[in-house]
C-alpha cells in the first residue's frame, strides 16, 4: 500500500505568511493526490484535487502542486482562520484511500 | 445546501454490533458513491470503505474488512455502515462523505461518535 508522509507536523506561522507544507508518496502516484483542510471542531473541507486543482470557493491563496511522489500545499498571506490540520490524501480508480498523517498549522 | 447527517452512534460493549446511518439531502443521492471515514480520538483520518453509485460496489479497508458492511438505500437517500465484533480501536469520530468523483471527497457529515468500552 502507498504511504504518504506529511512534514511538518506542525508549523508556528505569522498573519500574513506563505507557508508550504510536503506530503511525500511511497511510489508515483501521478497527479492522484487532494488536500484538505480541517478546523478545530469541524468536519474536513476539500481545497484542492488532483494535486493543483482549487475547489470551488476556495480562496485562491491556497494553491497546491507537485507530480509523482512530492507534492505541496501552500498558502499566501496567511489569514487567522486558516488555522486548522490539514491533510492530504491519494486517491485513484478504486481504494484504499489513503491519508497523510496531516500537518498541524497554528498562529504564533 | 448539500447535507450530510449521520446517526445511531454511541457507547457499545466490545465484540457487540451498531449500525451507523447517513441521511443526505440537496442533492441527488443515487448518482454519487458514497464513503465513510473516521477519525480516532486526537488522531488522523482513516478511509474506511465506499460504494458505488448504480450498483452499489463495495469497498473496505483491510483494518475493518470482513467486520464491516456498507450500504445504501437510495429510495431513503440514507447511506449505512453496519459493524460487527467491535474493538476498542474502532473508537472514532465517524464521517460520511460524498464522492465528487472517485476518492475525492467533496461533502462531509459532522460525524457520528463511537465509543467502544466495557
Known amino acids: 500500500n502507498i504511504v504518504l508522509t506529511q512534514s511538518p507536523k506542525s508549523m508556528s506561522i505569522s498573519v500574513g505568511d506563505r507557508v508550504t507544507m510536503n506530503c511525500r508518496a511511497s511510489q508515483n502516484v501521478n497527479n492522484n493526490v487532494v488536500w484538505y483542510q480541517q478546523k478545530p471542531g469541524q468536519s474536513p473541507k476539500l481545497l484542492i484535487y488532483y494535486a493543483s486543482t482549487r475547489y470551488t470557493g476556495v480562496p485562491d491563496r491556497f494553491t497546491g502542486g507537485g507530480y509523482g511522489t512530492d507534492f505541496t500545499l501552500s498558502i499566501n498571506s496567511v489569514q487567522a482562520e486558516d488555522v486548522a490540520f490539514y491533510y492530504c490524501q491519494r486517491i485513484y480508480n478504486f481504494p484504499p484511500w489513503t491519508f497523510g498523517g496531516g500537518t498541524k498549522l497554528e498562529l504564533k | ?118
Open chain 2, 1 to 118: 445546501e448539500v447535507q450530510l447527517v449521520e446517526s445511531g452512534g454511541g457507547i457499545v460493549q466490545p465484540g457487540r454490533s451498531l449500525k451507523l446511518s447517513c441521511e443526505a439531502s440537496g442533492f441527488t443521492f443515487s448518482h454519487y458513491g458514497m464513503n465513510w471515514i473516521r477519525q480516532s480520538p486526537g488522531k488522523g483520518l482513516e478511509w474506511i470503505a465506499y460504494i458505488t453509485d448504480g450498483i452499489s460496489y463495495s469497498y473496505y479497508a483491510e483494518t475493518v474488512k470482513g467486520r464491516c458492511t456498507i450500504s445504501r438505500d437510495n429510495a431513503k437517500n440514507t447511506l449505512y455502515l453496519q459493524m460487527t465484533s467491535l474493538r476498542s480501536e474502532d473508537t472514532a469520530l465517524y464521517y460520511c462523505a460524498r464522492s465528487l468523483v472517485t476518492g475525492v471527497l467533496d461533502a462531509w457529515g459532522q460525524g457520528a461518535s463511537v465509543t467502544v468500552s466495557s
